[in-house]
């Protein structure tokens, strides 16, 4: 085994989830200049801010710098924390009955008061380019065309992208929830490549973790705690994609720094592939939503 992990350690991969997603990002930039070049307006994607949650407003930011740097329309819709859930619902039928937007997306968590299942269920299903609407989960599960969500959209991107094997290879999921977890243990377990794997999804009840997570050729943490995931819970020469984003309070110049959900100096050394945190699976996201972005605009669903 120490020889093998040797071997694994020398031939270990970082993914490069920036360069891929500047990939991406460049392919979506020509053809956003070549529609403007036919004079035809160029796709538009509006977000929703309620409130101000540090972390929300930093990726509506990023979302909002990347959509204006590939020619795409980008409106922020910023409203009160103590907005209601009625006047919420208004600023979404406006924006669902205006032909010159394509996608909308409704920024996570909410305030308390308002229902996020209401307010999920008012987005059209044609321009729900965070693929979170009853409707277009329903269609994933059944493996119809939609828009899917956009973090484990970029997770599968990447995974394409790298030629990451999954038919056949085991991947274990670290945590349910229906804008990571969930999505991704369907969208790998149906037919198709990246597919055809046998999945496993974990969460808070789940027993025997260590042992499940040990039999893992891919591993997904989307858990939600800092360096949860060790590394004597990986299989040596897994895949690991760290789905984690975590400010953490340390004494350098800026006060903090990011992490993930894995121990990425010890888990590293014996991975064969595995993302890092920043620089991994957050700037593929960005990616898929405005991929989505595009596929609303062409109504190619
Ligand atoms: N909060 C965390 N991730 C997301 C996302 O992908 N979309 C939305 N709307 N909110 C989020």
Redesign the pocket.
């Known amino acids: 085994m120490r020889l093998q992990t040797l071997i694994q350690f020398t031939s270990m991969k970082i993914i490069d989830g920036k360069a891929i997603a500047e990939k991406i990002k460049n392919e979506i930039k020509a053809e956003v200049a070549a529609i403007i070049d036919r004079d035809e307006r160029a796709p538009h994607l509006a977000?929703i801010l309620v409130g101000n949650d540090p972390?929300?407003e930093t990726?509506v930011a990023s979302k909002d710098r990347n959509c204006k740097a590939l020619g795409i329309t980008s409106s922020l819709y910023k409203l009160d924390a103590k907005t209601t859930e009625e006047e919420l619902l208004k600023v979404i039928h406006f924006i669902n009955n205006d032909p010159d937007i394509d996608g909308l997306?409704?920024?996570?968590?909410l305030p308390s008061h308002i229902n996020p299942d209401k307010v999920i269920e008012a987005i059209s299903p044609a321009k729900d380019v965070?693929g979170?609407h009853p409707l277009n989960v329903g269609k994933m599960a059944i493996g119809l065309p939609t828009f899917l969500?956009?973090?484990p959209m970029g997770i599968v991107e990447m995974i394409r992208r790298e030629g990451i094997e999954t038919e056949g290879k085991h991947v274990v999921v670290l945590g349910r929830s229906n804008?990571v977890g969930t999505p991704i243990a369907t969208m790998l377990s149906r037919k198709g490549n990246p597919g055809n794997a046998t999945v496993t999804l974990c969460h808070s009840k789940t027993a025997n973790l260590k042992e499940l997570c040990l039999q893992a050729d891919v591993l997904i943490a989307a858990i939600g705690k800092p360096g949860f995931v060790t590394a004597d819970m990986v299989k040596p020469g897994a895949v690991v994609i760290d789905v984690g984003i975590h400010r953490i309070s340390d004494n350098s110049e800026k006060g903090y720094h990011i992490a993930g959900d894995v121990d990425f100096a010890e888990v590293s050394k014996i991975a064969s592939a595995i993302t890092p945190v920043p620089g991994g699976v957050g700037l593929m996201?960005i990616a898929a939503?405005i991929m989505n972005t595009m596929k609303a605009f062409k109504k190619e669903l």
């Open positions: 977000a972390a929300s990726y997306i409704v920024q996570q968590p965070d979170f969500p956009a973090t804008i996201t939503l």
